[in-house]
C-alpha cells in the first residue's frame, strides 16, 4: 500500500485510483461527521460527494505543510455551510463495543444523545472543534487550520464547550435522581 503522500502525488499527476485510495480512509468519517452538519441524510451525501469532487479538483493546491486530513475537513466544513443542521441526526457507530448487540446498542445511542445535545447547546464553530477533537481526534493545531481559527480560540473554545456539556449532563443527571 501506498504512503498518504505518494497518494497525493500520483492523484495530482490524474490517477483516479491514487485519489480513491487516498480518500477512501476518510469517507466514513466524513460522512459522519456530516450527518451532524446537514439537515438530513441526503443533504450529508451531498455535502461529501461535493467534499471529494472539490478535493480532487483542487488537490494541486493542497499544501504537505498540513495534514491532509485537516485540508479535506476544511473543504467539508465549507460545503456544509448551506446544510447546517439545527437537530443532530443519526451519527452512526464510531467504536461501539462489537461483541455485544446489546452493548453496541445502548454505546451508540448515548453517543447519539450527546452528540445531539452538544449540537443544541454549542454554537456552530465550537460544536464543530468539538467534533473535530473528540471524534475525529484532532490535535488543536489541526482543527485550529481547519477552522481558520487560531490555537488560542481553538483551546479556549474546547474548553467552554466541555464546560458547558459538563453542565448540562450535571444538571440532567441532578434532575433524573432527584
Known sequence: MSSELQLIEEAKMGSVTAFTDLVESYRGRLFRFLLTRCNNHADAEDALQDTLINAYRYLRSYNP???????????????????????ATELGDLDAAENDPLDHAIAASERQNLWSSARQLLNDEVYTAMWLRYAEDMSVRDIASALDRSVSWTKVNLMRGRKTLDSKLTQSRSEAYG
Not at 78 to 84: E, G, I, S
Open 65 to 87: 505543510q498540513w495534514r491532509f486530513s485537516t485540508w479535506l475537513y476544511r473543504i467539508a466544513i465549507r460545503n456544509a455551510m448551506h446544510n447546517r443542521n439545527d437537530n
